[in-house]
């Protein structure tokens, strides 16, 4: 037998790469995100990183030593145009700028993206100024929440909160009962609902929220998806999760 040597031809154009983290136990965003970027030209690469339970502010804390390293595993070596940090209620206590401090040591000049900041932008865009709020979360974490949108100015006019206190247990919750739930809710004089956790089954329910509501719905997931696809300019693909896509 003869081996013969021939010359690789390798790819001269690429698209967007993405690197997004979940959280170990996050059983929702994963599939939010594929479902998505099947539909768009951009490559997405995911790592997770340890997460730990209950959901509480000293939990959430712990998890920012590690945001490095995980991120430097997301191709190492190569560039990344944009890495997503997957926790709402992670983003809020430990905070976006010290988040993308650690994102951008492992990838610099990478845009980052995170949950919490994605929803004020999404706001934002549509000239949101009172929103009712939905969190899965325990009394003292969804108030970290509440707190947070009323201190960039938005107005909350209702909240409702689950108490749950694990992670694994906000990806259990059952997407019919709680499209019921969502339904029924009185958001007062709201302008929008913005149901935060990547780990909640809400992306699917969007737009029948948004019929049945006859008001815009934003989540965690849509919104991050959607503020990540305008960091790579690729948000003219989408249709079918909700007005904040139109």
Not at 172 to 184: A, C, G, M, N, T
Not at 228 to 243: A, D, F, P, Q, V
Request: hydrophobic letters at 40%; charged letters at 25%.
């Amino acid at each position: 037998m003869i081996s013969k040597k021939i010359k690789p031809y390798f790819i001269k154009k690429t698209i967007p790469k993405v690197g997004l983290i979940v959280l170990a136990t996050d059983s929702m965003i994963e599939k939010d995100f594929l479902k998505v970027f099947n539909e768009v030209a951009a490559d997405l690469f995911i790592n997770r990183i340890t997460n730990y339970n209950p959901v509480t502010a000293d939990n959430l804390n712990k998890m920012v030593d590690n945001i490095t390293s995980v991120t430097e595993n997301i191709l190492p070596g190569e560039k990344v145009d944009c890495v997503v940090y997957g926790c709402t209620s992670g983003t809020i206590v430990s905070g976006y700028d010290n988040i993308k401090k650690k994102i951008n040591l492992a990838k610099p000049g990478a845009s980052v993206t995170a949950p919490s900041t994605a929803a004020l932008n999404a706001l934002k865009e549509k000239n949101i100024n009172k929103i009712s709020i939905v969190t899965p979360y325990t009394k003292s974490v969804n108030d970290d929440v509440v707190n947070f949108f009323k201190n960039n100015n938005l107005e909350v006019t209702s909240n409702i909160y689950f108490d749950i206190e694990s992670d694994v247990d906000i990806g259990k919750v059952d997407q019919d009962k709680l499209f019921e739930i969502l339904s029924e809710i009185d958001h007062k004089n709201a302008e929008a609902l913005f149901v935060s956790c990547t780990s909640l089954p809400v992306l699917n329910i969007i737009e029948k929220l948004e019929k049945k509501l006859n008001m815009i719905v934003l989540s965690s997931n849509q919104a991050l998806i959607w503020e990540t696809l305008e960091k790579i300019n690729r948000n003219n693909y989408i249709k079918g999760y909700g007005s904040l896509f139109s």
